[in-house]
């Protein structure tokens, strides 16, 4: 991996990425962000060694790397998920990538389901502490120690200061945020009416499919690292109803200038 992560690093140098401060993960429905870039480059995915490609439909596959409130930054435009059929460690390889470019900061986004009942579609959480229900560890394969401490801690994997600073943003804004637990499952099937009961027995606020192998690599490379989860469907038990994807990605839509607010005003004090 370590001569994968040299070539990925040096086509991208090439192309312009120079020393990114901050790296950011946008999720499903999430890329309005784009827009508030002032863009230096871009390269799709599938043009950078080593990458996997984005296959959902709705997350576009571009790296793109420009100024955004006075720092350099590195976005994901589409992330990858194990649904894909893609690895813990093809999923966290960009993160590896950003870290190498020169980020210190990742801040991460991803649409979710409300399994706590006093939250609802179209707020925002913010991601105080997660539970891994994916199966394994993006950090379990032979030669991890090369890349960073092989038994990483996570008695805190969300930086505590970067998250006093979105209250207090989302204060100043009128922004409802609320804090709690993120569960990752693998997907792509959504939970079933036991599940989501489950869930909340074991003190999830919020379920989805991605996010926490990034925060794990991130953790594990020493990055500071947040992130935001925009609750797009309310996943109650009693009350269960059928999804419609096409809503989720519209109510993703809807509540992500509230998330861009919070990423802007945070990454102006970093």
Do not use: W
Not at 4 to 27: D, N, W
Not at 73 to 92: A, K, N, S, W
Not at 109 to 135: F, P
Request: hydrophobic residues 40%; aromatic residues 8%; charged residues 25%.
């Amino acid at each position: 991996m370590i001569k994968q992560i040299e070539k990925t690093v040096a086509y991208l140098q090439e192309r312009g990425f120079k020393a990114p401060e901050v790296g950011i993960i946008l999720g499903t429905g999430l890329g309005q962000l784009i827009a508030e870039i002032e863009i230096i480059e871009e390269v799709s995915y599938n043009h950078i060694p080593y990458f996997p490609t984005a296959t959902v439909e709705f997350h576009k596959g571009k790296l793109i790397y420009g100024n955004l409130e006075g720092k350099k930054v590195i976005v994901m435009q589409g992330r990858f998920h194990l649904y894909e059929g893609y690895t813990l460690q093809d999923v966290t390889y960009p993160v590896r990538i950003m870290e190498k470019l020169g980020i210190k900061t990742l801040l991460v986004s991803n649409a979710s389901g409300a399994v706590n009942t006093d939250y609802k579609k179209g707020e925002l959480m913010l991601i105080d502490d997660h539970i891994n229900l994916q199966g394994s560890s993006p950090l379990a394969f032979n030669g991890v120690e090369t890349l960073g401490e092989r038994f990483t801690d996570m008695s805190a994997p969300y930086d505590k200061d970067i998250n006093s600073a979105f209250e207090n943003i989302a204060k100043e804004h009128n922004i409802t945020l609320h804090k709690g637990v993120y569960a990752s499952v693998v997907g792509p099937q959504l939970e079933t009416r036991a599940e989501y009961r489950m869930l909340k027995i074991i003190g999830a606020d919020a379920v989805g499919m991605s996010t926490v192998p990034e925060i794990i690599v991130a953790n594990h490379l020493k990055l500071k690292t947040a992130a935001v989860s925009v609750l797009t469907d309310e996943c109650d038990p009693d009350n269960l109803k059928p999804v419609d994807i096409s809503e989720i990605i519209a109510m993703a839509e809807k509540a992500e200038p509230q998330m861009i607010t919070l990423f802007k005003a945070l990454i102006k004090t970093l």
